[in-house]
T-cell receptor
């Protein structure tokens, strides 16, 4: 079955420390992967995507993600966390539907809390 | 600002009632996706339209229906509402239907069923 897993409901990190939010996936074919961030009472905002090319993808607000094909992972990272990074983060993957079209599958989300 | 507009922002209604949620996609985007976000179930895909045609259905109840109009705006109709339908409903748009470009989300409609 095609799926996305975010194994951690919440990640706590001290301000200034590096952060990692984990994501693993299972899809048929080449994976198209995305990260989104959601602030309270707002819609999801696109951070970055991997479709092909370099395994390290750079995105908005200093975030980056590393694609690892052998581990089927796409972890979100940032070298130095800010308090303002505290939000809900979603990993998503493109999946093929039974009717031959495509859809996005979202993970359950990981709440990042950056402590001052 | 994502360019996706959803109305209304908040909706409070009673069980058994029917409501309509509206979405205007980002200019130039042909695909509209509807998602339901509740506290215990994360982001659930409901339905996808591309240029007026239904492209994929997710976990959408039979009491729910949607359509996309010639001007590309979309409406999600929820009927015979139950308490469990209380959630945030998001609309998102993208240029194509191949799911290889990022989605642009509206700020959602918060539905409360009492």
């Amino acid at each position: 079955a095609q799926s996305v897993a975010q194994p951690e409901d919440q990640v706590n990190v001290a301000e200034g420390n590096p952060l990692t939010v984990k994501c693993t996936y299972s899809v048929s074919g080449n994976p198209y992967l995305f990260w989104y961030v959601q602030y309270p009472n707002r819609g999801l905002q696109f951070l970055l995507k991997y479709i092909t090319g370099d395994n390290l993808v750079k995105g908005s607000y200093g975030f980056e993600a590393e694609f690892n094909k052998s581990q089927t992972s796409f972890h979100l990272k940032k070298p130095s966390a800010l308090v303002s990074d505290s939000a809900l983060y979603f990993c998503a993957v493109r999946a093929l539907t039974t009717s031959g079209t495509y859809k996005y599958i979202f993970g359950t989300g990981t709440r990042l809390k950056v402590l001052a | 600002d994502s360019g996706v507009t959803q109305t209304p922002k908040h909706l409070i209604t009673a069980t058994g009632q029917r409501v309509t949620l509206r979405c205007s996609p980002r200019s130039g985007d042909l695909s509209v996706y509807w998602y339901q976000q509740s506290l215990d179930q994360g982001l659930q895909f409901l339905i996808h339209y591309y240029n007026g045609e239904e492209r994929a259905k997710g976990n959408i109840l039979e009491r729910f229906s949607a359509q996309q109009f010639p001007d590309l705006h979309s409406e999600l109709n929820l009927s015979s509402l139950e308490l469990g339908d209380s959630a945030l409903y998001f609309c998102a748009s993208s240029p194509w239907d191949s799911a290889n470009s990022p989605l642009h989300f509206g700020n959602g409609t918060r539905l409360t069923v009492t």
